[in-house]
């Protein structure tokens, strides 16, 4: 005898009897199907459901995150149908189609669907949610642009049209709209826009790396350079000087701030547009990847009430993001904190953020001048740029204030002889500096796809050794699935060397030693360079050799070693 639902839920102790008998009760107020009255009253979640009826119903649960559709199946059913049926099709194997459904007892829909394809049905189980993240990303990119381009081509022309302002339905106009909001869907940093002879190449900047996304044909590049340009606020008739602009849109419900700058080239404008999510919440210093050892560095530095912390690293590797978590921390309504930035990428609830604008003479200098005045007890200053801003913020440290910064520099260590060189005196610096963060970003193996391989590399094996490390026998890589677009790698993490400042090390700073006997002095206090920190997370199975070889090597460790 087939269980019920109800009991089949029971027995996996995720409903009790009065629960039971209040969606029982709902069922025969309402009639509908008692899987969706206990997801409504959020009795149960929509996958435990779908667990439940496939097992009541005896018929096979889809896991859609990890299978592979094709298009030109789903393409079978018309959109329309697929998200108001809550149906997709997966596959055809031996004239059936397989059909994941939200409710496998709709048997009209099953009956509708063999006469549209001439083909049996066959259901599976999947949630609503499961269905329409599915289908969405089979409508990937390419597939709409092309043919949202192809309903233009017989208005192509040799020659690319004089760009003019296009409005409404225009084929710009919606171009433009879709990579946008695919951008936003697949958590790009950046766009770019890029012409050539024969049109433009568009590519997404994911996880740190540029992906080729689509080619835009040349009848239609000019269309969509002016719906960027007017809504970025450029001068879409000045094609012959760069231009910098800003878009303020909400996407897929996500609030996104874009900045755009234009570039002349020979084959016409290139236009980059940088993606800030302001809605994005910020992560916990938790989740950003550090070692509990590097961890618990920072926590013991973001306790001083006065000093100066520096977050270092090349363009790309997190420095803001890493800020603003600082920034999380250490938020409370005690304290005044204030930051001067260029642009503020986050909003940040009771933190008075003031944005850079060097057209009306407010630059990180004179910002950070007039912030002082404002009672501060936290400032985060963007990035110091230049010899004024640096002795600005270092001598605010000075006098009583927790001042944050970024500065591009290689390592921790680099970052004491930038300052010296910026002309900031060693005997200041040495009273001063709290800590340095030195960080990169490193992709993260995809979860889904995650298999383990031997180590061959015999470049990543000698470096590892030069680390004074032992190789590990086995790692791992991504393989590559539909949830990670068949790159083998899902999201970042950070790699990091955290120098916290002990009586050795103002000592030697305030001496001026070199970077070298700096270097050395760290390694025998006990920190954790990039490269080792890099190791270890390669170690335990969280990104790849080539990440290393891409992000953190260094010919100098090999021959030092």
């Given at each position: 005898?087939?269980?019920?639902?109800?009991?089949?839920?029971?027995?996996?102790?995720?409903?009790?009897?009065?629960?039971?008998?209040?969606?029982?009760?709902?069922?025969?107020?309402?009639?509908?199907?008692?899987?969706?009255?206990?997801?409504?009253?959020?009795?149960?979640?929509?996958?435990?459901?779908?667990?439940?009826?496939s097992e009541h119903l005896n018929?096979?649960?889809?896991?859609?995150?990890?299978?592979?559709?094709?298009?030109?199946?789903?393409?079978?059913?018309?959109?329309?149908?697929?998200?108001?049926?809550?149906?997709?099709?997966?596959?055809?194997?031996?004239?059936?189609?397989?059909?994941?459904?939200?409710?496998?007892?709709?048997?009209?829909?099953?009956?509708?669907?063999?006469?549209?394809?001439?083909?049996?049905?066959?259901?599976?189980?999947?949630?609503?949610?499961e269905i329409e993240d599915a289908?969405?990303?089979?409508?990937?990119?390419?597939?709409?642009?092309?043919?949202?381009?192809?309903?233009?081509?017989?208005?192509?022309?040799?020659?690319?049209?004089?760009?003019?302002?296009?409005?409404?339905?225009?084929?710009?106009?919606?171009?433009?709209?879709?990579?946008?909001?695919?951008?936003?869907?697949?958590?790009?940093?950046?766009?770019?826009?890029?012409?050539?002879?024969?049109?433009?190449?568009?590519?997404?900047?994911?996880?740190?790396?540029?992906?080729?996304?689509?080619?835009?044909?040349?009848?239609?590049?000019?269309?969509?350079?002016?719906?960027?340009?007017?809504?970025?606020?450029?001068?879409?008739?000045?094609?012959?000087?760069?231009?910098?602009?800003?878009?303020?849109?909400?996407?897929?419900?996500?609030?996104?701030?874009?900045?755009?700058?234009?570039?002349?080239?020979?084959?016409?404008?290139?236009?980059?547009?940088?993606?800030?999510?302001?809605?994005?919440?910020?992560?916990?210093?938790?989740?950003?990847?550090?070692?509990?050892?590097?961890?618990?560095?920072?926590?013991?530095?973001?306790?001083?009430?006065?000093?100066?912390?520096?977050?270092?690293?090349?363009?790309?590797?997190?420095?803001?993001?890493?800020?603003?978590?600082?920034?999380?921390?250490?938020?409370?309504?005690?304290?005044?904190?204030?930051?001067?930035?260029?642009?503020?990428?986050?909003?940040?609830?009771?933190?008075?953020?003031?944005?850079?604008?060097?057209?009306?003479?407010?630059?990180?200098?004179?910002?950070?001048?007039?912030?002082?005045?404002?009672?501060?007890?936290?400032?985060?200053?963007?990035?110091?740029?230049?010899?004024?801003?640096?002795?600005?913020?270092?001598?605010?440290?000075?006098?009583?204030?927790?001042?944050?910064?970024?500065?591009?520099?290689?390592?921790?260590?680099?970052?004491?002889?930038?300052?010296?060189?910026?002309?900031?005196?060693?005997?200041?610096?040495?009273?001063?500096?709290?800590?340095?963060?030195?960080?990169?970003?490193?992709?993260?193996?995809?979860?889904?796809?995650?298999?383990?391989?031997?180590?061959?590399?015999?470049?990543?094996?000698?470096?590892?050794?030069?680390?004074?490390?032992?190789?590990?026998?086995?790692?791992?890589?991504?393989?590559?699935?539909?949830?990670?677009?068949?790159?083998?790698?899902?999201?970042?993490?950070?790699?990091?060397?955290?120098?916290?400042?002990?009586?050795?090390?103002?000592?030697?700073?305030?001496?001026?030693?070199?970077?070298?006997?700096?270097?050395?002095?760290?390694?025998?206090?006990?920190?954790?360079?990039?490269?080792?920190?890099?190791?270890?997370?390669?170690?335990?199975?969280?990104?790849?050799?080539?990440?290393?070889?891409?992000?953190?090597?260094?010919?100098?460790?090999?021959?030092?070693?």
């Amino acid at each position: 005898m087939r269980k019920r639902l109800g009991d089949i839920l029971q027995d996996q102790g995720l409903l009790t009897d009065q629960q039971l008998a209040l969606a029982l009760e709902e069922q025969r107020r309402t009639g509908d199907r008692l899987g969706s009255i206990l997801v409504r009253l959020n009795l149960v979640t929509p996958g435990q459901a779908a667990d439940a009826l496939s097992e009541h119903l005896n018929i096979e649960r889809v896991d859609l995150a990890r299978r592979y559709l094709s298009p030109e199946i789903v393409d079978m059913i018309p959109g329309t149908i697929i998200l108001s049926r809550h149906i997709l099709p997966i596959e055809i194997h031996e004239g059936a189609l397989y059909l994941a459904m939200a409710d496998p007892l709709d048997i009209n829909v099953i009956d509708d669907l063999q006469r549209l394809t001439g083909k049996i049905i066959k259901p599976f189980v999947a949630t609503e949610g499961e269905i329409e993240d599915a289908y969405q990303r089979t409508r990937n990119i390419g597939h709409s642009a092309q043919e949202l381009i192809s309903r233009y081509e017989d208005d192509e022309e040799d020659e690319e049209q004089p760009e003019v302002e296009y409005l409404g339905d225009a084929p710009g106009v919606r171009l433009a709209n879709l990579i946008f909001e695919q951008a936003i869907t697949q958590k790009a940093s950046d766009i770019h826009f890029e012409p050539h002879d024969y049109g433009m190449r568009v590519r997404y900047r994911i996880d740190g790396l540029l992906r080729d996304i689509m080619e835009i044909p040349r009848h239609l590049r000019g269309d969509v350079n002016s719906r960027i340009k007017i809504m970025g606020g450029l001068d879409i008739t000045e094609r012959r000087k760069p231009q910098d602009g800003r878009i303020q849109m909400t996407l897929s419900g996500v609030e996104v701030d874009m900045r755009l700058s234009s570039l002349p080239t020979v084959h016409g404008e290139k236009i980059v547009a940088r993606l800030l999510h302001k809605s994005t919440s910020l992560l916990e210093l938790e989740d950003f990847g550090f070692s509990p050892k590097n961890l618990a560095k920072i926590e013991q530095m973001l306790r001083q009430n006065q000093g100066l912390i520096l977050v270092t690293g090349p363009t790309g590797s997190g420095k803001s993001t890493t800020l603003y978590a600082f920034l999380h921390r250490l938020n409370s309504p005690q304290k005044n904190i204030v930051t001067v930035e260029d642009p503020v990428e986050y909003r940040l609830e009771g933190v008075n953020q003031v944005q850079v604008n060097t057209k009306v003479g407010l630059t990180f200098a004179n910002g950070l001048r007039t912030v002082l005045r404002q009672d501060p007890d936290v400032i985060m200053v963007g990035e110091i740029r230049d010899e004024e801003t640096g002795e600005i913020a270092v001598r605010s440290a000075l006098t009583g204030h927790l001042v944050l910064s970024t500065l591009h520099t290689n390592s921790a260590v680099a970052t004491i002889s930038r300052l010296m060189n910026m002309g900031i005196e060693p005997y200041i610096l040495s009273s001063t500096i709290i800590g340095i963060v030195a960080q990169r970003l490193l992709r993260t193996i995809c979860s889904e796809c995650k298999e383990p391989v031997e180590l061959t590399d015999p470049l990543m094996i000698r470096y590892i050794k030069s680390l004074g490390m032992e190789p590990p026998s086995t790692v791992h890589r991504g393989k590559g699935c539909p949830l990670c677009n068949n790159s083998g790698y899902r999201g970042r993490t950070a790699v990091s060397e955290v120098l916290v400042f002990n009586k050795e090390m103002r000592r030697a700073v305030e001496a001026g030693l070199g970077e070298a006997e700096l270097m050395e002095i760290a390694l025998r206090t006990g920190i954790t360079t990039l490269a080792r920190d890099a190791v270890a997370k390669l170690t335990e199975g969280i990104t790849t050799p080539d990440e290393i070889i891409r992000t953190v090597y260094s010919v100098d460790v090999e021959e030092d070693a």
